[in-house]
């Protein structure tokens, strides 16, 4: 199964491809796609249709996790312009038959986080325990929410068989469970957490010793 996460916007649009492996997901690729900012609004969301199209030729993802329009009274405008440019993106996706999973930033962050008011660190952090990434350094916001958006997706999306690598025993059952599971388990496991020593006590298998 391979999710392709898009952040739409009329500046840039982030986009990553994630699929799930044991025992984290897999970051495949990701990057920006950022029209020309001087050019006219049409020549901007063909550019945007263009892009979209590489990404899709290349990757051929199973699914698209899209992130919803986000309503904003005090800038209806801004709204608007991302609503173009996600509509551009719409129509490439149909036109190339890609399943779209439509997903609101409240919806990403209770599902990676618990808390629909996570804040941006917040799931930049759960991206990075998930992945298995070293770091977001030289990474643009807008590719960490995408890979946020494909996490999200895999997580409502991925169905069943087994977690595991060449090699190795299975891991725990994939899917839906499995991921939900795993996210579960990094909420609670506090980041510097300790195990505790179960190992056995040191058996003394020195000969008895006769009393004279």
Not at 31 to 57: F, H, K, Q, Y
Not at 85 to 103: Q, T
Not at 138 to 156: P, S, V, Y
Request: contains cysteine; hydrophobic residues 40%.
């Amino acid at each position: 199964m391979r999710a392709l996460g898009i952040d739409p916007g009329l500046v840039r649009t982030g986009w990553a491809i994630v699929e799930p492996a044991a025992p984290r997901a897999i970051v495949r690729a990701h990057g920006v796609i950022s029209p020309p900012t001087d050019a006219e609004l049409p020549v901007r969301l063909a550019e945007g249709a263009r892009r979209l199209r590489e990404v899709l030729a290349e990757h051929r993802p199973d699914f698209v996790a899209l992130e919803e329009i986000f309503t904003a009274p005090r800038h209806p405008r801004s709204a608007l312009l991302m609503a173009h440019m996600r509509g551009a993106l719409c129509l490439v996706l149909e036109e190339a038959g890609v399943p779209i999973m439509p997903l609101t930033a409240t919806t990403v962050k209770q599902r990676l986080t618990s808390s629909g008011h996570a804040s941006k660190e917040q799931v930049q952090r759960m991206v990075l325990r998930l992945t298995g990434l070293v770091s977001t350094e030289g990474m643009k916001l807008d590719e960490t929410d995408a890979i946020a958006l494909a996490l999200a997706g895999l997580n409502q999306r991925v169905v069943g068989g087994q977690w595991s690598v060449g090699g190795e025993r299975p891991g725990p059952p994939r899917g839906r469970a499995a991921l939900r599971q795993h996210i579960a388990e990094l909420r609670q496991r506090p980041a510097d957490a300790l195990s505790t020593d179960h190992r056995p006590p040191i058996a003394d298998h020195r000969p008895p010793t006769t009393d004279h």
